[in-house]
């Protein structure tokens, strides 16, 4: 239910301004590497350059790092690259990893060079670098990516994920559940998802709570869906919020409060959510645990729609056909129906093939 805004079956337009919303999980771009630069040890000095220049390895990270930034001695960004690199070619993995990041995102002196990230971070990830194995497995599997192996990929994700690194984890939670490069497999899914929401990361939290309750990889479980939802909550995360507005607007696992469900909705929509929005704005137009308010529902499924949810593009669409809170408008209708049918969604491909047979009729 969560997980999907595509809903399965083909209902009359009107029925769907009458159902709960969905949460989604986009494939991400798989793009969370976020370089940070944690090894400023000291500032250069005679003796560090000394020992530099005669091969020490981690003196010369010390000051290629140092020059590179400016740090303790003016900025040389040709120099501090050298000293790096000869730190890196010295084995160094501290040299390594910041060379693969360094040029894995590219900087106004050192352009983006997806190759040279690849034999710097290949370096590292061998070292057991779980940044490297990581950014290494994002960088094969990125779609933009020059150096695109998706096989590779995977296999460097779990050796990070194996390492306890959350995003590897998530990301391999969301490949198995969607069948992305690997083979679908729900259970290998949770497993994944399991290890990050054990760490505490809201985003595991929030996604095994959904394999709760839908059932998807695990028994199904109002109580345990609930339990990961609100311990995501708890670290404000707006998807989790509208997965509980969802469960106590229909009574799952807890007492049935359209009145709370729309507070969960309204939290959840403040903070950005989509799914919040469409639910919040579903609410509205049908006047459940608040007064129904067709210009509030349009507001809402605008907002929603405008961010790229499929199912509040089809209610937003359907508002311009009805005429609900808004002039009729065939052709906005028709603009908002198409956006969500672009993204495969049943209702609206069904909207569309009944107004092209009405057209040649």
Known sequence: MFTNRVATGVVFLGAVLLSGGCACLRVPRLDWVKPVWPW????????????????????????????????GVPRNTGEGLKWLRASGEGGYLKAQTALGLLFLKGTSEVPKDDAEAVRWLEKAAQ????????????????????????????VWLKRAAGQGDVSAQLALGMMYGKGYVVAQNDEE?????????EQGHKDGQTQLGIAYYRGKGVAQSFGEARKWFEQAVAQDDAAAMSNL??????????????????????????????????NLGAAYYRGNGVAQDSAEALKWFRKAAEQGHALAQFRLGYMYV????????????????????EQGNPMALKWLRERAGQKRE
């Open 40 to 71: 400023r040890e000291v500032k250069p000095d005679e003796e560090m350059r000394q020992k530099a220049e005669s091969g020490d390895a981690a003196s010369q990270y010390m000051l290629g790092f140092s020059m590179f930034y400016g740090e």
């Open 127 to 154: 070292q057991g670098s779980v940044v490297a194995q990581s950014s290494l497995g994002a960088l094969y599997l990125a779609k933009e990516s020059s150096v695109r192996e998706p096989e590779a990929g995977v």
């Open 189 to 197: 899914s949770v497993r994944w998802y399991r290890k990050a929401a």
């Open 245 to 278: 507005g969802v469960m106590v607007g229909r009574g799952e696992g807890v007492p049935k409060d359209e009145t709370k469900a729309v507070e969960w909705f309204r939290k959840a929509a403040e903070k950005g959510n989509d799914d919040g929005q469409s």
């Open 322 to 341: 009805a005429g609900h809170g808004v002039t009729a408008d065939l052709n906005e209708a028709a603009k908002w129906i198409g956006k969500s049918a």
